[in-house]
């Protein structure tokens, strides 16, 4: 069984400032985790992903996640918000490349 | 890289009618797809799994009868929306893996359905 919940369905941040959206993930085997990207009326993007290896991954667009085994967690980062940012973000867990379970999604909006 | 197409994109009809929904992986084989759904401002919902040359699997409180699927080949999977109403309006996601270690789920661009 595997579970992912987001933590705030909206973050809203200024722009240039750190952007955290949260997820805590639990799995009953060894998890892939991943975040997507949304953006209104299209469909998923993939921003990164962690299967096994170097526990801090970066993905496209500046966004960089770590995977913390021991706090089950999986938060997103980016170091300065930017605009086009503005997004739905999805959490995702799979064990191993079967069915992925997403999290409820976090609506990241960028203040200018 | 891999890619999904999912087609079509966009499709607007009338209640009673049903709508087919395809899904291909373009370069490589998939014998196993998934179909997701999407309703407004919530978190995509794994409908169904799509099994090469066999039934699929549905998840709890799906109609199998509502929404039928046929993996006839290694490359397409279609999703038939029986006899659409308004509350099957949604975006309906298809994904597949490519079997390849480390290569993540590729996912098709989503079908808008909206039924009048």
Redesign the interface.
């Known amino acids: 069984a595997q579970s992912v919940t987001q933590l705030g369905s909206h973050v809203s941040v200024s722009e240039g400032a750190l952007v955290l959206l949260r997820c805590n993930y639990s799995s009953s085997v060894p998890p892939y985790l991943f975040w997507y990207v949304q953006y209104p009326n299209q469909g998923l993007q993939l921003l990164l992903k962690y299967t096994t290896g170097a526990t801090l991954v970066k993905g496209i667009n500046g966004f960089e996640a770590e995977f913390k085994k021991s706090e089950t967690s999986f938060h997103l980062t980016k170091p300065s918000a930017h605009m086009s940012d503005a997004a739905e973000y999805f959490c995702a867990v799979s064990g191993g490349y079967q069915k992925v379970t997403f999290g409820t999604g976090t609506k990241l909006q960028v203040i200018p | 890289g891999a890619v999904v197409s999912?087609h079509p994109s966009w499709v607007i009809c009338k209640s009673g009618t049903s709508v087919k929904i395809e899904c291909r992986s373009l370069d490589f084989q998939a014998t196993?797809m998934?179909w997701?759904r999407q309703f407004p401002k919530?978190?995509?919902?794994?409908m169904a799994?799509s099994n090469e040359g066999s039934k699929a699997t549905y998840e709890q409180g799906v109609e199998k009868d509502k929404f039928l699927i046929n993996h006839a080949s290694l490359t397409l999977s279609t999703l038939t929306v029986t006899s659409a109403h308004p509350e099957d309006s949604s975006f309906y996601?298809c994904?597949a893996?490519?079997?390849v270690s480390?290569?993540?789920?590729h996912?098709?661009?989503?079908t808008?359905l909206s039924i009048l």
């Open positions: 999912q196993t998934f997701y919530q978190s995509l919902m794994l799994t996601i994904s893996p490519t079997g480390n290569q993540p789920q996912f098709g661009d989503g808008r």
